[in-house]
C-alpha cells in the first residue's frame, strides 16, 4: 500500500481555492511587464522570499497587491487557466473557483473583463481537461455591505457564469452578520452560499454564518472545536468544512502541520474536505496539501483519504449524476491502490 500515491492519483474536488491566491511570482512578473505596471520588488525571488506571513492581514496585504497586475480579461483567463492546468495534474475532477471582484473593481477593471476571462477558462478545462469547474464570486468583508451589495449588482448580467457567493478577506471584527442582507439578495438570486468563518475568527462566527447567512459551506471552520456543540451541530447536519492544512500553518492557524487538526475533524464526523486556498502563496496545490498533512498526522490512514475525497464530491455543489460518476471512479481508484 503507497498512501502518498493513493493520495495523489484519487480523483477529487477543489472547493476553497482563491484564484487570485494561484498567481505564481513568474506570472506576477510577465503580466506586470505586459501591462505596465510597477512592482516593489526587483525580482521573481525576491518577491517569493517576501512570502513569510505572521498571520491572515499580513498575507492578505502581499496578495492584494499581486493581484494588482491583472488589468485585462486576457489576463484573468491565463491566471485561471494556469491553476486549472495544475489542479487536473492533482487529478482534480471539479473546482468550484472563488474569485474577488472589489479587488479589480476598486482599480477600475471592469466586473466583465474578470468574469468574462475566468468563465473562458473554465469552459476551455471542460472541453480539453475534462474537468468541471465553477465559480464563486465573494464578498470582501473588510468593506461595506453597501459595497458587497452594490458589486452583486454589477456582476447580475453574468448571473449564468457563476453558481453562488461566498465571504472572505480579514475575518476577525468583521462577523457574518454585517452581511445579511446581500446574503438574503444573494440566496433569492438562486446562488448558492458560502462564507469563510472560523478560520482566525471564533465559533460564534461559524454559529452566525449558519444561522444569519444560512450558507451551505463553511470555509476553514477550524476553530468549530472550541465548541463541543457547535461540532455536534456540524456533524448531525453534515455542514461541510472545507479545510486548507497548508494554509493554516502559513497562516500560523496551527504552528505546526503536526498539530492540525483534520484527524480530530474526521473522527468527530464532520464532513471535513481538504483544499490549498491560496497556492501560490503557501507552498502546494491541493496533492500537496493531501500528502504533506497525511505525512504530518500518521493517524491519518487510508479510509480517511478516501472519506476526504467522498467528502469533497458530497460537499460540492455538482449535480447528483455527477457526485456519482466521480464517487465510482475514486472506488476505481481505490480498489486498485
Ligand atoms: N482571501 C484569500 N485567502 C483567504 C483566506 N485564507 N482567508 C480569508 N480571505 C482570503
Ligand atoms: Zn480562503
Not at 78 to 84: D, P, R, T
Not at 99 to 119: K, N, S
Not at 139 to 153: G, I, K, Q, T, Y
Request: charged share 20%; proline share 5%; aromatic share 10%.
Amino acid at each position: 500500500m503507497d498512501l502518498p500515491q493513493l493520495l495523489r492519483t484519487m480523483p477529487k474536488a477543489e472547493l476553497h481555492i482563491h484564484i487570485e491566491g494561484s498567481l505564481e511570482p513568474e506570472l506576477i512578473f510577465r503580466l506586470a511587464a505586459r501591462n505596465g505596471v510597477a512592482l516593489p520588488y526587483p525580482s521573481v525571488e525576491a518577491l517569493r522570499a517576501a512570502y513569510a506571513f505572521s498571520d491572515l492581514q499580513s498575507f492578505l496585504d502581499i496578495y492584494y497587491a499581486g493581484a494588482g497586475v491583472l488589468l485585462k480579461e486576457a489576463d484573468f483567463f491565463e491566471m485561471a487557466w494556469a491553476y486549472l492546468e495544475r489542479a487536473a495534474a492533482d487529478n482534480v475532477v471539479h473546482a468550484e473557483i472563488f474569485f474577488d471582484p472589489q479587488t479589480h473593481t476598486e482599480r477600475g477593471v471592469p466586473v466583465e473583463a474578470v468574469i468574462l476571462g475566468l468563465h473562458h477558462a473554465c469552459q476551455r478545462a471542460h472541453a480539453e481537461l475534462g474537468v468541471s469547474a465553477k465559480l464563486i464570486l465573494c464578498f470582501l468583508r473588510h468593506l461595506s455591505e453597501e459595497a458587497a451589495l452594490e458589486v452583486l449588482e454589477q456582476a447580475l448580467p453574468w448571473r449564468e457564469y457563476f453558481i453562488g457567493v461566498g465571504l472572505d478577506s480579514s475575518e476577525r471584527g468583521h462577523p457574518p452578520e454585517k452581511f445579511a442582507r446581500v446574503f438574503a439578495r444573494a440566496r433569492e438570486l438562486g446562488l448558492h452560499v458560502v462564507a469563510h468563518a472560523g478560520e482566525e475568527g471564533p465559533p460564534a462566527y461559524i454559529e452566525s454564518a449558519l444561522d444569519v447567512l444560512k450558507v451551505e459551506r463553511i470555509d476553514h471552520g477550524v476553530r468549530c472545536v472550541e465548541s463541543p456543540a457547535l461540532v455536534a451541530r456540524l456533524a448531525a447536519s453534515r455542514m461541510p468544512l472545507t479545510v486548507c492544512p497548508l494554509s493554516n500553518l502559513k497562516l500560523r492557524v496551527f504552528p505546526k502541520l503536526e498539530q492540525h487538526n483534520l484527524k480530530v475533524l474526521l473522527d468527530a464526523g464532520l464532513c471535513a474536505t481538504v483544499n490549498s486556498d491560496d497556492p501560490a502563496y503557501f507552498g502546494g496545490y491541493l496533492n500537496d496539501n493531501f500528502v504533506q498533512t497525511f505525512a504530518a498526522l500518521p493517524a491519518l490512514t487510508r479510509a480517511d483519504a478516501y472519506q476526504l475525497a467522498k467528502n469533497s464530491f458530497e460537499a460540492s455543489f455538482a449535480s447528483a449524476a455527477e457526485k456519482a460518476d466521480w464517487t465510482a471512479r475514486l472506488d476505481a481508484v481505490y480498489a486498485a491502490t
